[in-house]
């Protein structure tokens, strides 16, 4: 009985106690404890998400690497992997960073709520104390509201400043790829491989960084808006008008090394075609001595570029002053370019040359090995008229042996001319849009002739295609009539000289031809100096 | 290869701090404004 009464008056005492505490510590504290508890629970998530950013309190990412980063970007149409470079930060890394300092947050919170059930189940009694254990729950509870409103408003936050870097990042790369792009538009700017039996053409080459990576699209994009870093660490710009001014340019196809100025200048592509012994060579170097000399002549100059260039241009003029004769072209390969600078015209240019063997356009099958022949802005078709059979009968007596001296072409100019046009139309190019300069060479051996009677030194287009006519050329002349979108004809001769004693280039001179689909193709270089 | 990460993302990082705390100081101002916490005690008394 006695234990019986203690026990009724413990329960009692017992239950005052929590009424008490209810009334007068839990009553009054738990807004305070809501409201502190919760400001915690905001300020952790921001503690936490600074800590990840900055990098403090050991809560670093996890270091990255560029590849593990562009892994993260998504698919794109392309021939190639993504560059070598680190992706921007809104595209490679951010996620990276909020998703680590997110799953930190709520690691903590987990942390609090496993510690707090643990030591409940290590200490049972203390649940004799519930009313006042009551005050931690609610404070745990408040904390982990606080943390949950805390990662909405942080998160939602970061979320609406990152996309309004986005539609930033959008809007610049925008501008900066239609300047750059409508700049070398204009400008009808190209990358030309000029690599024998490459000669791949676009607008947008690759560009290799000093520590030997090749970028193959460095315009502004995830990798970068301003610019890009490679993986080495150097700063790479995000256009081509300024990649140009300071990377090596390399072709997309062969991933071999472009020409200076490759796709920021205008660049045109003049091949030379016609049958072996034509005389393709002689006028090709010919043009460019006397088209060096033109451009002098009205303030403008002619550099080779690149050192084969060089070297090619070097042996042009030695060539040209001494008469000599021009070695055959190798024809066990495809040629190289030979590309020339041009400046002083309203605009720079780069003139690519492609001068092939006449074996390449003996036939179909080696017509195809010359890539350069597809995406040309003219093409030159050079015509030797000692090859014309109405030509040499005229030449009686001891003519004939002007024939021996001209070394004649081996290939009737009409047997000669479709093997080439026809591969191209098949190909798909589009001639009816292109221009053909045919060059009549020889005219230092024919003029004087009886088979160049109604020819002259100065004779103008319609006049050599009459000419051609008469030779009994019909075919040819109306098939490139139908075949090009306009044709043009010229006489020239590659030996004589090729400016008066004025330094006035002079009708028959070789620059003519190159002059002419230098002009259509948007460089126009004036036919004198103008008078200052 | 390897190569420290960027000198942007840090900048980037700092800027997004920098909105961060900005954000927590309105945050802090706005409760600090007269009356506001006394509304909050109100309403959870209730």
Same mark, same amino acid.
């Given at each position: 009985?006695?234990?019986?009464i =203690?026990a009724?008056?413990a329960?009692?005492?017992?239950?005052m106690?929590?009424?008490? =505490?209810?009334?007068y510590?839990?009553?009054?504290?738990?807004p305070?404890?809501?409201?502190?508890?919760g400001?915690?629970?905001?300020?952790?998530?921001?503690v936490?998400?600074?800590?990840?950013?900055?990098?403090?309190g050991?809560?670093?990412?996890?270091?990255?690497t560029?590849?593990?980063?562009?892994k993260?970007?998504p698919?794109?149409k392309?021939?190639?992997?993504?560059?070598?470079?680190?992706?921007?930060?809104?595209?490679?890394?951010?996620?990276?960073?909020?998703?680590a300092?997110?799953?930190?947050t709520?690691?903590?919170?987990a942390?609090m709520w496993v510690?707090?059930?643990e030591?409940?189940?290590?200490?049972?009694?203390?649940?004799?104390?519930w009313?006042?254990l009551?005050?931690p729950?609610?404070?745990a509870?408040a904390l982990?509201?606080?943390?949950?409103v805390?990662?909405?408003?942080?998160?939602?936050?970061l979320?609406?400043?990152l =996309?309004?870097?986005w539609l930033g990042?959008?809007?610049?790369?925008g501008v900066?790829?239609?300047?750059?792009?409508?700049?070398?538009?204009?400008?009808?700017?190209?990358?030309?491989c000029?690599h024998?039996?490459?000669?791949?053409r676009?607008?947008?080459?690759a560009?290799?960084?000093?520590?030997?990576q090749?970028h193959?699209?460095?315009?502004?994009g995830?990798l970068?808006?301003?610019?890009?870093?490679?993986?080495?660490?150097a700063l790479?710009?995000?256009?081509?008008?300024?990649?140009?001014a300071?990377?090596?340019?390399?072709?997309?196809?062969?991933?071999?090394?472009?020409?200076?100025?490759?796709?920021v200048?205008t660049?045109v592509?003049?091949?030379?075609?016609?049958?072996?012994?034509a005389g393709?060579?002689?006028?090709v170097?010919?043009?460019m001595?006397?088209?060096e000399?033109h451009?002098?002549?009205?303030?403008?100059?002619?550099?080779p570029?690149?050192?084969?260039?060089?070297e090619?241009?070097?042996?042009?003029?030695?060539?040209?002053?001494s008469?000599?004769?021009t070695?055959?072209t190798d024809a066990?390969?495809?040629?190289?370019g030979?590309?020339v600078?041009?400046?002083?015209?309203?605009?720079?240019?780069?003139?690519?040359?492609?001068?092939?063997?006449?074996?390449?356009?003996?036939s179909?099958?080696?017509?195809?090995e010359?890539?350069?022949?597809d995406d040309?802005?003219?093409?030159?078709?050079?015509?030797d008229?000692f090859?014309?059979?109405?030509v040499?009968?005229d030449l009686?007596?001891?003519l004939?042996?002007w024939?021996?001296?001209?070394?004649?072409a081996?290939?009737?100019p009409?047997?000669?001319?479709?093997?080439?046009?026809?591969?191209?139309?098949?190909?798909?190019v589009?001639l009816a849009?292109?221009?053909?300069?045919?060059?009549v060479?020889?005219a230092?051996?024919?003029?004087g002739?009886?088979?160049?009677?109604?020819?002259r030194a100065g004779?103008?287009?319609?006049?050599?295609?009459?000419?051609?006519?008469?030779?009994?050329?019909?075919n040819?002349?109306?098939?490139?009539?139908?075949?090009?979108?306009?044709v043009?004809?010229?006489?020239?001769?590659?030996?004589?000289?090729?400016?008066?004693?004025?330094?006035a280039?002079?009708?028959?001179s070789?620059a003519?031809?190159?002059?002419w689909?230098l002009?259509r193709a948007g460089?126009?270089?004036?036919?004198?100096?103008a008078?200052? | 290869?390897?190569?420290?990460?960027?000198?942007h993302?840090?900048?980037?990082?700092?800027?997004?701090?920098?909105?961060?705390?900005g954000?927590l100081?309105?945050?802090?101002?706005?409760f600090?404004q007269?009356?506001v916490?006394?509304?909050?005690?109100r309403?959870?008394? =209730?």
């Open positions: 009985m006695p234990v019986f =203690a009724v008056i329960l009692g005492l017992y239950g106690v929590c009424y008490y =505490a209810f009334v510590v839990i009553g009054p504290a738990y305070f404890v809501i409201l502190g508890a400001a915690v629970g905001v300020l952790l998530v921001a936490v998400l600074t800590g990840v950013l900055l990098g403090f050991g809560q670093e990412v996890p270091e990255a560029a590849p593990d980063l562009r993260r970007l698919g794109r392309s021939n190639f992997e993504r560059d070598s470079a680190w992706p921007g930060y809104l595209f490679g890394q951010s996620r990276i960073d909020l998703g300092a997110l799953r930190r709520v690691r903590a919170v942390w510690l707090t059930t030591s409940l189940v290590a200490a049972p009694v203390v649940l004799v104390f009313p006042l009551l005050l729950l609610v404070g509870l982990t509201a606080g943390v949950t805390g990662v909405v408003a942080v998160y939602g936050l979320g609406v400043v =996309a309004v870097a990042w959008l809007a610049a790369v900066l790829r239609g300047l750059d792009l409508g700049v070398r538009l204009f400008r009808r700017a190209k990358a030309t000029h024998s039996g490459c000669n791949f676009n607008r947008l080459p560009y290799r960084c000093a520590c030997g090749t193959h699209d460095i315009r502004a995830r970068g808006a301003f610019a890009r870093r490679c993986e080495c660490g790479l710009p995000t256009t081509v008008l300024q990649a140009a300071g990377l090596l340019a390399v072709c997309q196809k062969c991933d071999r090394e472009l020409r200076a100025g490759a796709a200048l660049d592509v003049i091949p030379v075609f016609g049958p072996a012994s393709k060579t002689r006028l170097r010919a043009g001595v006397a088209l000399a451009l002098s002549a009205t303030g403008g100059s002619l550099h570029v690149g050192s084969d260039s060089e090619t241009f070097r042996d042009a003029i030695a060539v040209v002053e008469g000599m004769q070695t055959k066990a390969r495809p040629p190289a030979v590309t600078a041009l400046t002083g015209a309203r605009r720079k240019a780069l003139l690519h040359l492609f001068d092939a063997a006449g074996e390449f356009f003996s179909r099958e080696q017509s195809s010359l890539p350069f022949l040309a802005q003219g093409l030159t078709f050079v015509l008229p090859s014309i059979p109405a040499v009968d009686t007596g001891t004939p042996s024939v021996e001296a001209a070394q004649p081996e290939m009737h009409e047997q000669s001319y479709p093997i080439t046009t026809q591969l191209l139309r098949d190909q798909g589009d849009s292109k221009p053909l300069a045919v060059a060479v020889k230092d051996l024919l003029l002739l009886p088979p160049a009677a109604g020819l004779a103008q287009s319609a006049e050599v295609e009459s000419w051609l006519r008469n030779k009994g050329l019909d040819l002349v109306e098939g490139a009539g139908r075949d090009f979108g306009v043009r004809y010229f006489l020239v001769s590659s030996l004589t000289a090729a400016t008066d004693a004025k330094g280039t002079l009708p028959t070789p003519q031809p190159l002059l689909l002009g460089v126009s270089i004036p036919a004198q100096r008078a200052s | 290869m390897s190569a420290p990460l960027p000198p993302y840090r900048s980037f990082r700092i800027a997004l701090v920098i909105v961060l705390v954000a100081a309105g945050a802090a101002w706005w600090a007269p009356g916490v006394h509304e909050l005690l309403l959870l008394h =209730a």
